[in-house]
């Protein structure tokens, strides 16, 4: 039930035009100045903003990044609610945070590896 309300927030953000999916923020060290002029880039800069991440090791420093800017809440794809969707005026998704979400709990199986090959019947 919870899936499927974060599903409609997500539907209803994107049918307005407020989510916006980006590469990979691979942030080595926590710079809030950068993150700063991503939102500018993005023209969300003024709004209220959810960043989700995929979860991955540099998360933690677009988390570190994010906390003292005021209206922005950065937290993993698969931690964020129908709420936090709904309360924001743009969701910024990073694009392996979608991948990740394809592939839980839905019914769909992730895809294999590119460079997985086929067992034989030999």
Not at 2 to 18: D, F, I, P, T, V
Not at 59 to 67: D, H, I, K, T
Not at 89 to 94: F, N, Q
């Amino acid at each position: 039930m919870r899936q499927l309300a974060k599903k409609s927030a997500l539907n209803a953000r994107a049918r307005e035009g407020a989510v916006l999916v980006v590469d990979p923020l691979a942030y080595e060290k926590p710079k809030t100045k950068s993150l700063v002029e991503l939102l500018g880039k993005l023209g969300v800069a003024e709004r209220k903003v959810l960043v989700l991440t995929s979860g991955a090791a540099h998360a933690y420093n677009v988390y570190l990044a994010g906390r003292n800017v005021p209206n922005v809440h950065v937290m993993r794809f698969g931690d964020a609610t129908a709420y936090e969707i709904l309360w924001s005026d743009a969701v910024v998704v990073e694009l392996p945070a979608l991948g990740e979400a394809e592939g839980k709990g839905e019914g769909t199986a992730a895809a294999p590896p590119a460079d997985a090959t086929e067992a034989s019947d030999a």
